[in-house]
Structures are given as C-alpha cells and as structure tokens.
C-alpha cells in the first residue's frame, strides 16, 4: 500500500511539473520563471531550497549524535545566510536584471574572474545535490525493504527529478516548491503529533534531551573547539551566499521588495522547521532505546525512516514518507537547475555569443542532462554522510566566491585585480591546507582560504593597476530574448 501511494504521488509530481512546462517559453522564463513569482511562490521556493535531505535526515542525525551544538551549520548557519542575502544583496541584484550571479562577476569585474567564479559556484554543488540524489536512493530502499538497492533508487530518483526540471526549468521547480512545502509541513508535523503520543508528551522529550546535554549550543571553553564551531558556522552562513540557487529565488521574484520579504519569510520558516525532524529523531532513542542506539552506530541516516515504519499507522507512513520526498525533489530539482542554468550562461554562453535564444534554451537542457549524471555517479561512489556532503559543498565557494561578491557590492575601490588575487588565493591555499594539512589542521582549511582571499582582494586593489580595466561599464551583461525586455540597469 505504501509503496503504491508514493508510485502515484511521484507520478502526480512529475504530472504537475510538465504542466508548468508549458509556461516555458525563451532562457528567462526557464532559469527565473520570467521574473514573475508571487510572494507566497517565492517563500516556498526559499523554503524548499534549503529543505531537503540534509534537514530531514542529516541533521537530525547529526542532533541525536552531538546536540545543539553540532548543527550550528544547519539551520542556524544556513538560515542566517537566507537573512544576509534578503536583508542586504536581495534588492542590489534584483535591479542588475541578470540571470545568473555569475552575470554580476562579469559586469563588476571582468569575464576571467565570471569564468573562475562560476567554475567554483557549479562545482560547490556536486556535493549538495548529490546529498539529494542519495537520501531519495536510502528512502527507495527503506520503502521497498531493500528489494530495491539504495543505488538502484539513485538512478531512479534522479531520472524523475531530472524528467521534470529539464523540461519545466524554474516554472515547474518554484510551482512544486509550493505544492511540496505544504505536503513536507503537514506531513512532518502529523508524524511528531503521532512520535510524542508514544513518548509521553513532548515536554519529556525535551526534558530527557536536555538533562542528556543535547540542548548546549555553546562549546567548552577551549580555543580550538571554538575555531571549528566558529568554522561550520561561518562556512554555511557565508559560503551559501554566493550560490546561484539563492540568486534564482531572489530574481524570480515579481518585484525586489517581493524578494526581500520572501527571503526573509523563507528563513524564519525554515530555521522554525528543523526543529521538527530533530524532535522526531530524538523521539526515537525514548521510544526504542536499543533499536536506536545501534542504529546510531550503523547509519543514523536510518534513524527516522525506521521510527516511522515500526512505530506508526500506515496513514502517518504516507504522510512521512509524502513529505520527505517532498523536501527532497523540490530541494534537488532547485540545485539540479541552478549550476546547469549557470554553466549554460556563464561558461558556454561567453564562447558562442551568437546564439538565438531557442538554441541557449536547449544548451541550458543538455547541461542539466550532464550535471545529473556527473551527479549520479559522485553520489554512487561517495562515502560521505548526507550532512558531510552538503557542509563540505560550501568550502569552495567561501574560499573563492565569497569576498569578491560581497567586497564588489560594498567598496567602490574593488578593482578587477584584487578580484582575480582573492579568487585564486583564496582556492589555492584553501586546496593546500586540504592536501598538506587535511583533517589535522587547527584552524579549518576554509577559514584560512577565505583570510587569504581577504587580503588578496585588499591587496589587489589597493596597489598599481596592471591587470585589466576597471571593466563594470565595459561589459554590459548578456542580452536575453525575452518578450519583454527591459533595458539592463547598470549598478556597478
């Protein structure tokens, strides 16, 4: 029965995204939905980005392991950087009337620094997108009981999210984020109403996490634990900035006050949310202490699928497992779209500038068609837990991405030159660290990247010119076929 109603909802997914694909009509609408979406639309595109498998079983995860203080990426991380991106760049990069934040390193720099920026920016997402690819695998698994292998569920869950973004672009993404925000929310908050009968009320289970020291944000007060909690924190809430998939959401959105507020909604909701799976899971060491203690050991991922399927009555298994495919397709047909959108525009585009629109549209298809299957295979071969892979796709882009985009936005000094220093500083030392240093490093590999992009942009800038020119009025950005075009606003 259960299996049979997740087959029909995965159809009505696929059904409902190919019906958006029919909105679909030149590069604009496919990579920002033609800059068209509603508020309640681009809260729900917010939302869902971030609410995937990493906030469903990741984190949850990672709480019943460490506490509080072990998910200080995720949410605390990962719903400040939904909050700096409304607050302070939501409304600068709507009026730019870009496609892509790769566009803004062009205009502000020059096309060397958008070709190496983009370059980081896609590749942060192997990791993010393959968390997705491999949490859909673990549900198929779970749901089949094991008749079908998590790696055969790989391949399937990826053909289906790949069917339905391909076509549909971020029309079909941003009207399922919607439709799947409202499944994921019910769902997971029925499950915890069911999860806290069966614990004696909630407050116990607050009151057991908090005796067992779960609820400690805080490290002890010892210098290098504070440097790796002030690292996970600062490598989500930063390193996400420069990410094309909260670019896509911004600029889809009807207006830049839209933007703004939906931004911030998506935050708040998100941030409020991932308490729920954290509650859940935590449930589970009450009601099962055994089952669950060597579940930890084994694979915590498993932790919540299991709960659910030995302690509840079909009709909330539905609703879970409803849910969870929900935050899990919407957030990887998000990621899946927003590093092809980016490759297409900023990597290809720039080598074949020619192109009529029909052809750049069908460029953007087969890229996502690519990346999926790059995906795939990083996904099948990697031993890193869903938590792991997503926390470590952001070191890239803090390191190389994150200085230039924020130093161009707020210092009129910022040159092309300190651009290209901070750049390929901040990767190159990052990448040493990584391979010298590894694991045993005091100060993490990213945060050492990200001072040394720091003071390359600084640097940089500040000495002779000998690199290019001052290039923000020289490169005005693409010209897309939209049927409505409105005239590029050149903030530099």
């Known amino acids: 029965m259960l299996l049979w109603f997740v087959i029909a909802y995965l159809m009505v997914s696929v059904g409902i995204g190919l019906w958006a694909a029919t909105r679909v009509h030149n590069t604009r609408d496919f990579a920002v939905a033609g800059r068209s979406l509603p508020l309640p639309i681009v809260t729900a595109t917010v939302f869902a980005t971030w609410f995937g498998a990493e906030a469903v079983f990741g984190v949850s995860a990672q709480f019943v392991k460490d506490g509080l203080g072990g998910v200080v990426a995720d949410p605390f991380g990962s719903s400040l950087c939904l909050v700096i991106a409304g607050l302070f760049f939501a409304k600068k990069l709507y009026k730019l009337n870009i496609l892509t934040v790769g566009d803004y390193y062009r205009m502000r720099y020059n096309r060397t620094v958008e070709v190496i920026t983009s370059l980081c920016i896609v590749g942060s997402y192997l990791g993010w997108v393959s968390a997705q690819i491999k949490a859909l695998g673990l549900i198929f698994s779970v749901i089949t009981n094991g008749a079908v292998s998590p790696e055969l569920g790989m391949i399937l869950g990826a053909a289906i999210v790949l069917t339905y973004t391909t076509f549909g672009g971020m029309f079909s993404v941003a009207i399922l984020d919607f439709v799947q925000m409202v499944v994921s929310m019910c769902g997971l908050l029925y499950i915890a109403w069911v999860i806290s009968g069966l614990t004696g009320g909630a407050q116990v289970v607050i009151d057991h996490a908090s005796q067992a020291g779960k609820l400690d944000f805080f490290p002890p007060p010892d210098p290098w634990m504070w440097v790796t909690f002030i690292g996970a924190w600062v490598t989500m809430m930063l390193g996400s900035l420069p990410q094309q998939d909260v670019f896509q959401r911004v600029t889809s959105a009807k207006s830049a006050n839209i933007a703004i507020v939906g931004s911030l909604l998506g935050a708040t909701i998100y941030f409020c949310f991932t308490f729920v799976p954290m509650f859940i899971a935590y449930s589970a060491t009450l009601i099962d202490p055994q089952l669950f203690n060597d579940l930890l050991e084994k694979d915590s991922q498993l932790i919540l699928p299991t709960l659910v399927l030995q302690h509840t009555p079909l009709f909330a298994q539905i609703l879970f497992f409803g849910a969870v495919l929900s935050a899990i397709m919407s957030c990887s047909s998000a990621t899946l ?120 942009m600084l640097i940089g800038s500040l000495l002779p010119q000998r690199y290019g020119l001052e290039s923000h009025h020289e490169h005005p950005p693409h010209t897309h076929h939209a049927p409505h075009p409105q005239p590029p606003h050149h903030h530099g």
């Not at 590093?339 to 297409?344: E, G, K, R, W």
């Not at 952001?394 to 200085?403: D, M, V």
Request: with cysteine.
């Open 337 to 456: 779209l927003a590093p092809s959108v980016m490759f297409a525009e900023n990597i290809v585009k720039g080598y074949f500038p020619h192109l009529s629109d029909r052809k750049f549209l069908w460029i953007m298809r087969v890229t996502i068609v690519c990346f999926a299957a790059i995906v795939l295979l990083f996904a099948l071969n990697s031993e890193l837990s869903i938590f792991h892979m997503v926390e470590s796709a952001y070191k890239i882009t803090l390191a190389g991405a994150f200085i230039p985009l924020v130093v161009g936005a707020f210092w009129k000094r910022a040159t092309t030159q300190g651009a290209l220093a901070a750049t390929l500083g901040g990767l190159i030392s990052w990448v040493l660290v990584e391979l010298l240093v590894g694991e045993s490093s005091p100060i993490p590999a990213q945060l050492i990247g990200l001072a040394v992009s720091a003071a390359g």
